[in-house]
Protein backbone atom coordinates (compact mmCIF):
# COMPACT_ATOMS: atom_id res chain seq x y z
CA UNK A 1 0.00 0.00 0.00
CA UNK A 2 3.08 2.40 0.49
CA UNK A 3 3.32 2.85 -3.53
CA UNK A 4 -0.26 4.14 -3.14
CA UNK A 5 -0.57 7.87 -4.81
CA UNK A 6 -3.32 10.06 -5.92
CA UNK A 7 -4.13 10.95 -9.51
CA UNK A 8 -6.08 13.83 -10.52
CA UNK A 9 -8.92 13.69 -13.60
CA UNK A 10 -6.87 15.57 -15.48
CA UNK A 11 -3.80 12.87 -15.44
CA UNK A 12 -6.66 10.39 -16.01
CA UNK A 13 -7.72 11.95 -19.59
CA UNK A 14 -3.92 12.53 -20.39
CA UNK A 15 -2.31 8.64 -19.70
CA UNK A 16 -5.74 7.75 -21.21
CA UNK A 17 -5.67 9.98 -24.29
CA UNK A 18 -1.58 8.85 -24.46
CA UNK A 19 -2.53 5.24 -23.93
CA UNK A 20 -4.82 5.25 -27.14
CA UNK A 21 -2.71 7.43 -29.35
CA UNK A 22 -0.39 4.61 -31.78
CA UNK A 23 2.18 7.02 -30.86
CA UNK A 24 1.99 6.35 -27.00
CA UNK A 25 3.33 2.76 -27.77
CA UNK A 26 7.13 3.86 -27.71
CA UNK A 27 6.52 6.19 -24.59
CA UNK A 28 9.20 5.59 -21.65
CA UNK A 29 7.89 6.21 -18.51
CA UNK A 30 9.43 6.83 -15.12
CA UNK A 31 8.86 7.76 -11.63
CA UNK A 32 10.83 9.64 -8.61
CA UNK A 33 10.15 10.35 -5.00
CA UNK A 34 11.53 13.74 -4.41
CA UNK A 35 10.47 13.30 -0.76
CA UNK A 36 13.08 10.65 -0.41
CA UNK A 37 15.42 12.78 -3.05
CA UNK A 38 15.35 15.55 -0.81
CA UNK A 39 15.79 13.90 2.60
CA UNK A 40 18.78 12.44 0.88
CA UNK A 41 20.66 15.59 0.21
CA UNK A 42 22.66 16.96 3.61
CA UNK A 43 22.51 20.80 2.05
CA UNK A 44 18.88 20.42 1.82
CA UNK A 45 18.28 19.41 5.90
CA UNK A 46 20.56 21.85 6.71
CA UNK A 47 18.16 24.20 4.88
CA UNK A 48 15.74 23.01 6.66
CA UNK A 49 16.89 23.08 9.94
CA UNK A 50 17.95 26.91 9.35
CA UNK A 51 14.80 27.74 8.26
CA UNK A 52 13.05 25.35 11.15
CA UNK A 53 15.03 27.98 13.49
CA UNK A 54 14.39 31.61 11.75
CA UNK A 55 10.82 30.41 11.96
CA UNK A 56 10.55 29.44 15.55
CA UNK A 57 12.60 32.46 16.71
CA UNK A 58 9.83 34.42 14.59
CA UNK A 59 6.86 32.41 16.07
CA UNK A 60 8.22 33.19 19.63
CA UNK A 61 8.77 36.73 19.11
CA UNK A 62 5.25 37.36 17.82
CA UNK A 63 3.87 35.19 20.68
CA UNK A 64 5.71 37.17 22.99
CA UNK A 65 3.86 40.52 21.10
CA UNK A 66 0.92 39.35 21.20
CA UNK A 67 1.25 38.68 25.00
CA UNK A 68 1.98 42.28 26.06
CA UNK A 69 -1.31 43.69 23.82
CA UNK A 70 -2.96 41.00 26.18
CA UNK A 71 -1.51 42.16 28.88
CA UNK A 72 -2.18 46.03 28.15
CA UNK A 73 -5.95 44.97 27.31
CA UNK A 74 -6.15 43.00 30.92
CA UNK A 75 -4.96 46.22 32.76
CA UNK A 76 -7.08 48.39 30.51
CA UNK A 77 -9.95 46.70 31.70
CA UNK A 78 -9.17 46.58 35.46
CA UNK A 79 -8.74 50.33 35.07
CA UNK A 80 -11.73 51.41 32.09
CA UNK A 81 -14.19 52.36 35.20
CA UNK A 82 -11.98 54.98 36.78
CA UNK A 83 -10.27 56.31 33.72
CA UNK A 84 -12.16 59.40 31.88
CA UNK A 85 -13.15 59.13 28.30
CA UNK A 86 -10.24 60.68 26.69
CA UNK A 87 -7.77 58.70 28.73
CA UNK A 88 -9.82 55.56 27.46
CA UNK A 89 -9.90 56.37 23.50
CA UNK A 90 -6.02 56.99 24.45
CA UNK A 91 -5.10 53.88 25.57
CA UNK A 92 -8.23 51.78 23.38
CA UNK A 93 -6.23 53.72 20.40
CA UNK A 94 -2.87 52.11 21.82
CA UNK A 95 -3.80 48.92 22.06
CA UNK A 96 -5.31 48.78 18.80
CA UNK A 97 -2.27 49.90 17.47
CA UNK A 98 0.03 47.91 18.92
CA UNK A 99 -1.98 44.75 17.61
CA UNK A 100 -1.71 45.84 14.12
CA UNK A 101 2.11 46.34 14.51
CA UNK A 102 2.16 42.76 16.03
CA UNK A 103 -0.34 41.36 13.12
CA UNK A 104 2.02 43.64 10.40
CA UNK A 105 5.09 41.83 12.03
CA UNK A 106 3.60 38.28 12.06
CA UNK A 107 2.31 39.39 7.95
CA UNK A 108 5.96 40.40 7.39
CA UNK A 109 7.87 37.24 8.70
CA UNK A 110 4.93 34.46 7.23
CA UNK A 111 2.89 36.19 5.07
CA UNK A 112 3.16 34.50 1.43
CA UNK A 113 5.75 37.12 0.03
CA UNK A 114 7.19 37.13 3.77
CA UNK A 115 10.55 36.97 4.89
CA UNK A 116 10.51 33.12 5.41
CA UNK A 117 9.25 32.62 1.87
CA UNK A 118 12.17 34.37 0.54
CA UNK A 119 14.39 32.73 3.23
CA UNK A 120 12.93 29.44 1.47
CA UNK A 121 13.33 30.50 -2.03
CA UNK A 122 16.85 31.98 -1.18
CA UNK A 123 17.78 27.97 1.04
CA UNK A 124 15.66 25.58 -1.21
CA UNK A 125 14.95 26.43 -4.54
CA UNK A 126 18.57 26.27 -5.72
CA UNK A 127 18.16 22.62 -4.45
CA UNK A 128 15.21 21.69 -5.98
CA UNK A 129 16.85 23.45 -9.36
CA UNK A 130 19.54 20.55 -9.26
CA UNK A 131 17.26 17.82 -8.41
CA UNK A 132 14.99 18.57 -11.31
CA UNK A 133 18.05 19.48 -13.42
CA UNK A 134 19.25 15.98 -12.53
CA UNK A 135 15.74 14.63 -13.48
CA UNK A 136 15.62 16.40 -16.55
CA UNK A 137 19.35 15.24 -17.81
CA UNK A 138 18.28 11.71 -16.65
CA UNK A 139 14.96 11.90 -18.76
CA UNK A 140 16.70 13.05 -21.53
CA UNK A 141 19.35 10.20 -21.64
CA UNK A 142 17.11 7.37 -21.03
CA UNK A 143 14.64 8.96 -23.47
CA UNK A 144 11.84 8.72 -20.95
CA UNK A 145 8.43 10.90 -22.07
CA UNK A 146 7.30 11.23 -18.93
CA UNK A 147 8.66 11.42 -15.14
CA UNK A 148 6.21 11.40 -12.34
CA UNK A 149 6.63 12.33 -8.77
CA UNK A 150 5.33 9.65 -6.32
CA UNK A 151 5.88 12.24 -3.05
CA UNK A 152 3.60 14.97 -5.41
CA UNK A 153 0.58 15.57 -5.58
CA UNK A 154 -0.57 13.12 -8.04
CA UNK A 155 -0.69 9.89 -7.06
CA UNK A 156 0.82 6.67 -8.24
CA UNK A 157 -1.64 3.63 -7.88
CA UNK A 158 1.04 1.47 -8.35
CA UNK A 159 4.85 1.83 -9.29
CA UNK A 160 7.42 -0.96 -9.97
CA UNK A 161 10.65 -0.26 -7.93
CA UNK A 162 12.49 -1.17 -11.75
CA UNK A 163 10.51 2.82 -13.06
CA UNK A 164 12.20 4.50 -10.54
CA UNK A 165 15.14 6.48 -10.48
CA UNK A 166 15.40 8.58 -7.59
CA UNK A 167 18.58 6.60 -6.88
CA UNK A 168 19.76 7.74 -10.45
CA UNK A 169 18.67 11.22 -9.90
CA UNK A 170 20.52 11.29 -6.48
CA UNK A 171 23.81 9.72 -8.47
CA UNK A 172 23.34 12.92 -10.48
CA UNK A 173 23.14 15.81 -7.92
CA UNK A 174 25.66 13.67 -6.13
CA UNK A 175 27.88 14.77 -9.01
CA UNK A 176 27.48 18.38 -8.82
CA UNK A 177 27.25 18.80 -5.06
CA UNK A 178 29.54 16.13 -4.01
CA UNK A 179 27.62 15.65 -0.40
CA UNK A 180 25.13 13.32 -1.72
CA UNK A 181 26.48 9.63 -0.88
CA UNK A 182 25.14 6.10 -1.91
CA UNK A 183 25.45 4.96 1.78
CA UNK A 184 24.58 7.50 3.62
CA UNK A 185 20.81 7.28 1.96
CA UNK A 186 17.58 6.00 3.52
CA UNK A 187 14.15 5.19 2.29
CA UNK A 188 11.16 6.05 4.78
CA UNK A 189 8.82 3.26 4.78
Known amino acids: MKNRIKITL ?3 VVLLSLAVTPAAYGQKYAYVDTEYILDNIPEFQDAQEELNGISSKWQKEIEEAYAEVEE ?25 A ?3 NVKDLQRKYF ?19 KVFNAIETIATTRNFAFVFDKAG ?11 DISDDVLDEVGNVMQTVKLENRKRKN
Not at 72 to 96: F, G, H, S, T, W
Request: charged share 35%.
Open 98 to 100: KEK
Open 111 to 129: GPEGDLFKKRQELVQPIQE
Open 153 to 163: GMTLLYGNPKY
Open 10 to 12: GAV
Open 72 to 96: LYKNYQAEAVLLPDDVKRKREDAIV
